[in-house]
Every structure is written in structure tokens, then in C-alpha cells.
């Protein structure tokens, strides 16, 4: 049986799928492990790129461990299973009278698998999503249930908001929830270098700000957005034409005219920039924040430091124009708040994330080698769950903690149970430090 993930990078085949219900049954499955020598990957809803949940040994699902554990209402906390996608989570949280601060760009992921790496959204006063976590409960490579504090392990804990998987796995995430509110979004098409000028007034203006532009265009497709003191109307219809027709059906015969008349990819980029939708809508907050996205795509994402962030973008679109790459998908332009995570892409201060995109059944390779160059020129960090090169001396080196992080690593999975040849070549170059 294969296992592939949504982006179509990776097909492999685990010598064992499990779906876990209880806790004691993930000790079990880690102890014999331990036993057979044998690696263990946990997979959420595999919307990562890179080979994060490749094994060929066992990968464990936590599709049944899924849903609310416990809400506090007086101290604005829910407790949820890891495995909870959030596109359940968000409903359930809504009905109870609650949102979460932020939000990503889809909701299909699980809540362990986003914060595991790194996953963000945008806005000046907010963080990657797992600054939204307050306690992590999971089962080391000795098969050990710990409960994480900020304030009783604040290593741990710090190492535990972004870790790929590296500590064992998590069961349950506790996190900071807010009183449910409605977003208003402005959608707006302007001038690529408007977009940019104005981006610092935007984050100062608006609680979330993000574009995207279409190579060879002069236009973006800006989002702004604030929060609403009324529900407002949402026309189901327009909705169905919006984001169905247009930003999946229509941008889908746009991708499959460039997969086989690549020459036409600029000309296509530019008609489809003509033909983005401005509007302004009102809704749930969890509703806002996500877009459907039906066609399949590659994607490879940095930040960089975000005083950077306008020129970087300025010298992709010249590498764009001077290398003519054969692209139908936008960049897209996001910020976020620095941190003290460890592993986050936001470490040590604010980002810019510039986010490079191809359809599928296209050539990546050469557009996103190229992008990549001008990223890592700015010491660009890399998010884990998106494609990219990077070797682990560049990782050691834009990550400042990332030794501590693996030093501290080892002591809850001496063994290397969650170790495979991907992460060992990854974080410590070709060095293989077991065997699998
Ligand atoms: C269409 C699309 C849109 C996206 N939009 C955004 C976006 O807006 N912002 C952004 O930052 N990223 C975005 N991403 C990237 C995505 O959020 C990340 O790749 C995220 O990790 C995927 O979550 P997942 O549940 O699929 O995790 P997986 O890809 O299944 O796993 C990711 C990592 O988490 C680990 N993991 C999963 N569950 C557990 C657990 N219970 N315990 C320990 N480790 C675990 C896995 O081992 C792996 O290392 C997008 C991806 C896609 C495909």
C-alpha cells in the first residue's frame, strides 16, 4: 500500500499504517519500536511537502484521536486532541462561543501537524500558530507521557511548539482561545509596487495584511482585513462563484492551458491577474482566514528579516523577468510576529514570508533553485513543511538554537525512534547517525 501526501511529492510504503484510540496504545506501538529497532512517523493530514512523515516502517495516524477534550470558558483554554483537524476544530470552537487569535490559509491540517512546523498566517501582532499553544501533552521515544508547561519546562515547551516530530508524539495541544468575532475582508487589486509601498501602513491599519502576484503582471491581489461588530451577509452563490468557479475551477484550466502550452505562462499570469476578484465580505472569523484550494500545486516558502521583505520580493520579480520560468501560480506575501521558538521561522524578531508556488504536473526545479538562491542570499529560513534544499550547515546557521534543540532532542528518544534517513541528512548533513 502507498502512502502519498497532497502535494504528490511523496509515495512510500510503511510496513505498517496504525490508527491509535488511547494513548497507551502509542506506548505500546513506541516500546516495541524500541525493541525491533524500528522507526515511527506520525502523520496529521499530510499537507506537507517535504518527506517529514516518511518511514518505511511505521507511520500512526491520529485520525480517532480527534475532537474537544475540554473547554475552560473563564480561562479562554480548549484542550484538543492532536490529531483534530481544524476544519472541526473551528466549527465546534465557534459554537461554544470561541475563535482562535489566527489562522492559516487553509483549515485541513491537524493541529499537532501545523504547529509542528511552523505553519503561520499574517499580521503584524501575530505569531506562527503555535504561539497560540499553552500546553502539549506527549509520548517521547521511551515511551513516556509527559504534560508541558510554559512555565515548568519552558525548553521543553519552546521546543515542542515547532518540532517536526523529533520528540514523540503528541496527543493533546492546549491553547489560548478568544471570544468568537466576525472578520471583514477587503479584497483589492493594485499596483505590485503600491502593494509593497504600502505594506507597513497596511500592518498598522489593518489586523491581517497579505498579497499575492502574479508573475509578469503589475498588478496584486491584496487582502486586508479588520474585525466586524456585525455578522454581515454572506451570499452563498457568490461564494460558490467565487471561490469555487473562479479561484479553483477557472485558475485549474489556467494551470492545465500552462502545463501544456508552457510559452504561454505569461500571458496566461497576466490574464489571470486581470480577472482576480475584488470584493468585500463579512463572516465567521474562521471562515475568513480559509480558502478552499482544490488545484494541486508545489510550494516553497522562506522568511526573511521583514525590513527585507519588499526588496526580496522586488528581486524575484527580476529573476522572474530576466529567466523567463514557465509559472501559472502566484507569490504570495505574508508577515509575521517574531518569537523565541527555537525552530520557528519567525525566531529572534519579524518576518516577511515569501511563498513561491507551481502546479503539480509542472517543472519546479529550476524556478524554485533560483528563488531559493535570492532567499538563502538574505539568510532566509525555510518552512519545514514546504520544499527546499537547504543543508544543514545553512540550517545550523539561520536557526541559531538548532543544536541546542537537537541536543536537548536526544534526551526524550535516545534511541532514535523518530529518526529517519530524511531527518538525519537534513538536520545533520550526511553524517547517518542510525540505521533504518
Ligand atoms: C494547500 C495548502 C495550504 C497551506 N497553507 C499554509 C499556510 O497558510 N501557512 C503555512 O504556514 N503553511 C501552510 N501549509 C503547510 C501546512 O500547514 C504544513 O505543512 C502542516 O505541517 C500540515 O499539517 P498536517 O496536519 O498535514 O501535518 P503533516 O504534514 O501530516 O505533518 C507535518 C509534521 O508534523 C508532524 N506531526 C503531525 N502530527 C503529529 C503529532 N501528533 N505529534 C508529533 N508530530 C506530529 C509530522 O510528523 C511531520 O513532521 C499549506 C499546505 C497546503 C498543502
Known amino acids: 500500500m502507498s502512502y502519498r501526501n497532497w502535494g504528490r511529492t511523496l509515495a512510500f510504503q510503511p510496513e505498517q499504517l ?74 465546534a470552537l465557534w459554537k461554544a462561543g470561541f475563535s482562535l487569535l489566527n489562522q492559516g490559509d487553509i483549515d485541513r491540517q491537524s493541529i499537532a501537524g501545523a504547529f509542528s512546523t511552523g505553519t503561520h498566517g499574517t499580521g503584524r501582532e501575530f505569531g506562527i500558530l503555535a504561539t497560540q499553544a499553552i500546553h502539549y501533552r506527549f509520548i517521547s521515544g521511551e515511551g513516556k507521557i509527559y504534560d508541558v508547561y510554559p512555565e515548568l519546562q519552558p525548553e521543553l515547551f519552546r521546543a515542542l511548539q515547532v518540532s517536526l516530530g523529533l520528540f514523540g508524539v503528541i496527543t493533546q495541544v492546549t491553547l489560548q482561545v478568544t471570544p468568537r468575532y466576525y472578520l471583514r475582508l477587503i479584497k483589492r487589486i493594485e499596483p505590485l509596487e503600491v502593494a509593497l509601498e504600502q505594506s507597513e501602513a497596511y500592518l498598522e491599519q489593518y489586523r491581517h495584511f497579505e498579497f499575492f502576484w502574479f508573475p509578469y503582471s503589475e498588478v496584486a491581489l491584496v487582502k486586508l482585513t479588520e474585525v466586524s461588530e456585525t455578522p454581515g451577509q454572506t451570499s452563498w452563490w457568490r461564494r460558490w462563484a467565487v471561490d469555487k468557479v473562479w479561484e479553483n475551477g477557472a485558475f485549474w484550466v489556467i494551470n492545465k492551458l500552462s502545463q501544456w502550452a508552457p510559452q504561454l505562462s505569461p500571458t496566461l499570469c497576466r490574464f489571470a491577474s486581470r480577472n482576480m476578484t475584488a470584493e468585500i465580505r463579512v463572516d465567521k472569523a474562521y471562515r475568513i482566514f480559509a480558502s478552499p484550494r482544490w488545484v494541486r500545486f508545489r510550494e516553497m516558502e522562506y522568511s526573511v528579516p521583514a525590513a527585507a521583505g519588499p526588496e526580496v520580493l522586488r528581486e524575484i520579480r527580476r529573476w522572474i523577468d530576466q529567466h523567463s520560468p514557465a509559472v501559472s501560480f502566484p507569490i504570495e506575501y505574508r508577515y509575521v510576529k517574531g518569537d523565541e ?44 513543511g514546504k520544499m527546499h534544499t537547504a543543508s544543514s550547515a545553512y540550517l545550523q546557521k539561520v536557526y541559531p538554537e538548532l543544536e541546542s534543540f537537537l541536543t536537548l532532542r536526544q534526551k526524550y528518544d535516545p534511541q532514535g525512534v523518530f529518526l529517519t534517513p530524511f531527518l538525519q541528512r537534513m538536520l545533520w548533513g550526511e553524517k547517518i547517525l542510525l540505521s533504518t
Do not use: C
Not at 496504525?18 to 496504545?25: G, I, T
Open 341 to 384: 521558538i527555537p525552530l520557528s521561522p519567525a525566531y529572534g524578531g519579524d518576518r516577511v514570508l515569501i511563498a513561491v508556488h507551481m502546479y503539480y504536473r509542472m517543472p519546479y526545479e529550476r524556478y524554485f533553485r533560483g528563488i531559493e538562491s535570492i532567499f538563502q542570499a538574505h539568510e532566509g529560513r525555510p518552512h519545514w
Open 18 to 91: 496504525l490508527f491509535p484510540k488511547k494513548e497507551e496504545e502509542i506506548v505500546r506501538v513506541i516500546r516495541q519500536a524500541i525493541e525491533e529497532k524500528k522507526t515511527v512517523r506520525v502523520v496529521g493530514a499530510a499537507h506537507s511537502w517535504t518527506p517529514l512523515i516518511e518511514t518505511n516502517h511505521i507511520l500512526l495516524s491520529l485520525d480517532r484521536m480527534q475532537g474537544l477534550i475540554s473547554l475552560s470558558p473563564t480561562q479562554m483554554t480548549a484542550t484538543l486532541w492532536a490529531g483534530t483537524r481544524l476544519y472541526r476544530a473551528l466549527p
